[in-house]
């Protein structure tokens, strides 16, 4: 269901050939705009100009690599999942809006038609032209609104549902984003937690290189007075003989 949203938003944006471009993309895997062209037997403009289209809705991002022999920028494409579904989200809202506009119109309003001609008018028209159709002079007859309501709203149901659906998508990948976030956190965490103690323990070692330093020169300085000390002690003993 979701390739299905994806692949109705990418050829309302760039037309029926853009259509095979969402099989080519994989979650959040960046792909090569070489292998997309292959793929849909297109060349390489012809490809940039779909993904272009697609991209001044905010529907695709990129990346681009410098081939370090060649020197030119290779780009690497993704579909925008969230973004996407939010869009086709807007665009069914709207159209449902406009059919609910329609609906308020045919209960508000009276509305006439030519049955010879097939041709409608609002009350304004037919008033303009004296309830006679311009086309073929025919009287025009008012015209029953019950079954263009009803048309109506089947469209809306179905609209309705279909904007279940998307939401349900939504919901769907907005659970993904919040593990994917969590899993980013736990390992941030835990890095954060390894850095800490790789420092506690450069510090313990720093702490435990100075006691020693400063152990081996207390010994060194009472080892200095010791030696010091005996010639004093020799001379005493001398004195005293």
């Not at 939010?86 to 406009?98: A, D, I, P, S």
């Amino acid at each position: 269901m979701l390739k299905k949203f994806l692949k109705e938003i990418v050829v309302s944006i760039a037309g029926k050939q853009a259509e095979g471009i969402i099989d080519l993309f994989d979650g959040n895997k960046y792909v090569n705009e070489f292998i997309i062209a292959k793929k849909l037997n297109l060349t390489i403009n012809q490809t940039r100009n779909i993904l272009y289209k697609i991209s001044d809705y905010g529907l695709v991002s990129f990346i681009r690599k410098k081939d370090k022999k060649k020197g030119w920028y290779t780009y690497f494409w993704k579909i925008e999942i969230m973004k996407s579904l939010e869009f086709l989200r807007e665009n069914l809202l709207k159209k449902m809006e406009q059919i609910q506009h329609q609906i308020t119109s045919r209960k508000t309003k009276e509305f006439y038609v030519c049955e010879r001609c097939n041709i409608e008018f609002n009350e304004e028209n037919a008033l303009v032209h004296n309830f006679m159709c311009n086309e073929c002079g025919e009287i025009m007859q008012r015209k029953d609104n019950t079954p263009v309501i009803k048309e109506y709203n089947r469209d809306i149901d179905k609209l309705r549902k279909e904007l279940e659906l998307i939401d349900d998508e939504l919901k769907t990948e907005r659970e993904k984003l919040e593990k994917s976030k969590a899993r980013e956190k736990k390992k941030e965490d835990k890095l954060k937690m390894e850095e800490k103690e790789k420092k506690r323990k450069i510090s313990a070692a720093k702490r435990l290189a100075t006691k020693q330093t400063k152990t081996a020169k207390t010994k060194a300085v009472q080892k200095t007075k010791k030696v010091k000390l005996k010639p004093s002690v020799k001379n005493a003993r001398q004195k005293k003989k």
